[in-house]
């Protein structure tokens, strides 16, 4: 079974210019969760999809920020325009919605992230 | 204060030895406990998880849950130079499917 793939994997802009952050969740995963990790500190939601419906987008700052979810599967974050506090890693995670083996419905399969860096 | 407290470490341990990390929350609603395991580079992975208080075994990882104390614990034992990494406690409300509050992670070396 194929993990969550993101892309692209590292990415260094200069402020003010926008980016964008592409995931493809697990197959069948209906939620799809968007998080930023800084240096030395855990994960931070930024967004949580069930299926093309932002549930929980409380975290995300509007201003710069936006996500979409197309049909339910992908899913697109975009920085317009970055500063240079965003610099950090962009991780995408997905959810089954019924339990599977090894884990819950509420167990989050992460991808690799996008390290981003603005100058 | 944050509602999960973790030492950032770094922790460095020679091969085979017992390593304890801990983690304290704040949150009495906590439900649902989880370690995950970050490489360098990658994303974090589910390790284990436990549903309120008690203790599981998984091989060499042993996960613990005291409540009262609110205070969690993953032991690994027999650690070996491939369980160097981000070791991340995570919690939720067992009715939530969305909100994993994680720790800042404990940095773990496990030397040859």
């Known amino acids: 079974e194929a993990g969550v793939v993101q892309s692209p994997r590292y990415k260094i802009i200069e402020k003010k210019q926008p980016v964008a952050f592409w995931c493809n969740p697990i197959s069948g995963h209906n939620t799809l969760y968007w998080y930023l990790q800084n240096l030395g500190q855990g994960p931070e939601l930024l967004i949580r999809y069930e299926n093309e419906e932002a549930v929980d987008d409380s975290q995300l700052p509007k201003d710069r920020f936006s996500a979409e979810r197309l049909k339910g599967v992908d899913s697109t974050l975009k920085i317009q325009p970055a500063e240079l506090g965003d610099s950090a890693v962009y991780l995408c995670?997905?959810?089954?919605?019924?339990?599977?083996?090894?884990?819950?419905?509420?167990?989050?399969?992460f991808g690799p992230g996008t390290r981003l860096t603005v100058l | 204060q944050k509602e999960v407290e973790q030492d950032p470490g770094p922790l460095s341990v020679p091969e085979g030895a017992i390593v304890s990390l801990n983690c304290t929350y704040s949150n009495s609603a906590f439900q649902y406990f989880m370690w995950y395991r970050q490489y360098s580079r990658k994303g974090p992975e589910l390790l284990m998880y436990t549903y309120s208080s008690g203790n599981k075994e998984d091989g060499r990882f042993t996960a613990q849950v005291d409540k009262s104390s609110k205070y969690i614990s993953l032991f690994i034992r027999d650690s070996q130079p491939s369980d160097s990494a981000t070791y991340l406690c995570a919690m939720t409300w067992y009715s939530s499917a969305s909100k994993i509050i994680f720790g800042s992670g404990t940095r773990l070396s496990i030397r040859p």
């Open positions: 995670a997905s959810s089954p919605s019924s339990p599977t083996s090894g884990g819950t419905q509420y167990t989050q399969y």
